[in-house]
């Protein structure tokens, strides 16, 4: 099992900038890609970021591109998420989620444990 806890959501105006933070307990967390998700109301959950095991290989979906990073940092358990030039539309609970895969994945049925997620409100 791994646990996954987000932290760093908030209320932001249109091109702020926030961090999110994700901290994992219980397996080995390098062993695990890692993703980002988020689900706005009404909307299913879409793949915003995901990071290879040793943190090499990144992929963005093309609404977050130049805009989001994602990174890790395997000795401390913790992967992150840099947000960028917010936009409205950018606002969603945010999920971090660890996959069982040998390689990142994009969707969620790839990903076998998720957090609690972090509420990120973007006002215009």
């Known amino acids: 099992q791994v646990q996954l806890v987000e932290s760093g959501g908030g209320l932001v105006q249109a091109g702020g900038s926030l961090r999110l933070s994700c901290a994992a307990s219980g397996r080995t967390f390098s062993n695990y890609p890692m993703g980002w998700f988020r689900q706005a109301p009404g909307k299913e959950r879409e793949f915003v970021a995901a990071?290879?095991?040793?943190?090499?290989?990144?992929y963005y979906a093309d609404s977050v591109k130049g805009r989001f990073t994602i990174s890790r940092d395997n000795a401390k358990n913790t992967v992150s998420l840099q947000m960028n030039s917010l936009k409205p539309e950018d606002t969603a609970v945010y999920y971090c989620?660890?996959?069982?895969?040998?390689?990142?994945?994009?969707?969620?049925?790839?990903?076998?444990?998720w957090g609690q997620g972090t509420q990120v409100t973007v006002s215009s």
């Open positions: 989620a660890a996959a069982e895969t040998a390689t990142i994945a994009t969707t969620p049925t790839a990903y076998h444990y």
């Open positions: 990071i290879s095991t040793i943190g090499g290989y990144t």
